[in-house]
């Protein structure tokens, strides 16, 4: 069967889309490499031995959206990953987000509600949760008003969705992410460094190869055990292994809803300070930071009820968070070799 991967040669869909070969899908990529390489399909070449079809296209080109789907008509699983994720630089130009995540989305449901069965997961994020009242963090959770344009694309996406599978013949997995972390363990394909790192894991890594003078802690006065933010770190694999469970689910009709939603973690929370110990002891090297003033915008402390995930969709995160930074160092130093 042939899927249609959006953003498929970026950092979770190009695992993605390695996951999806493995348990025999055909992959159709589209993707504007504005936040990736079309180098990335030589990784995934590399890792799987097959080469996914390849089209550079950018989805606010609405003719080239309704082009596609001529051309590939037989195509009606979707899994949705391009978009803009940068929550400062989403501050700074609101109208990029909107258009890109929104309009976007518009016109693949637009096509995808003209088919008589249309399969549609799509890359959420718990930031819609804002700053959770509980820990750990459940599906029924309420989600709180947005605290970037970011993370209100993610809210809008979401309701879109939901109104849209309501009067169409799409089914639909809203899949909410932790935070993604790691890379492919063949090192063949992970996170390509573009910028300066906005996420921990990324500088974490680059400040350990030298890249980065040190990392800056963004604040030890919060009200955690050691005074750091707390996060739900997942491996970028068992993340990827999770779109293909849940795409399987609705191929198979085994959705309880037009629209479920799950989220992606793996159920342990780790402060930053924890994320900088376990990487010296992965990497065997001493990480130069030092603490600063806290960020604007970052929530105390945000992890994973992963029994939903677990019990329904019939998926559990496999990787530590020592395992996911070996293989974003392994990557780290691979890209720099
Ligand atoms: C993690 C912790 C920082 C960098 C964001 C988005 C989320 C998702 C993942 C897209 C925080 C601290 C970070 C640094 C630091 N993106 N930190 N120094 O903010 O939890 O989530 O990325 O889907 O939607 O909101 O991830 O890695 O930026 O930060 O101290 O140089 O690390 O304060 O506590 P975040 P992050």
Known sequence: MKVLVTGGLGFIGSHTVVELQNEGFEVVIIDNLSNS???????IVAITGKKPIFEKMDLRDKPAVEDFFKRHADVSGVIHFAASKAVGESVENPLLYYENNINTLVYILQQLQQKPEAHFIFSSSCTVYGEADKMPITEDASVK?????YG?????GEEIINEVCKVSNINSILLRYFNPIGAHPTAHIGELPIGVPQNLIPFITQTGIGLREQLSV????YPTPDGTCIRDYIHVVDLAKAHVVA??????KKNLEKVEVFNLGTGTGSSVLEVINTFEKVSGKKLPYKIVGRREGDIISAYASTDKANEVLGWKAQSTLEEALTYAWK??????S
């Open 331 to 336: 990557w780290e130093q691979k890209i720099r």
């Open 145 to 149: 008003p947005a605290v970037s344009p």
């Open 37 to 43: 390489s079309e180098n990335v399909l030589d990784g």
């Open 152 to 156: 209100n694309t993610k809210q809008i």
């Open 247 to 252: 795409l399987q689910r609705l191929l198979a």
């Open 218 to 221: 963004y604040g030890d006065d």
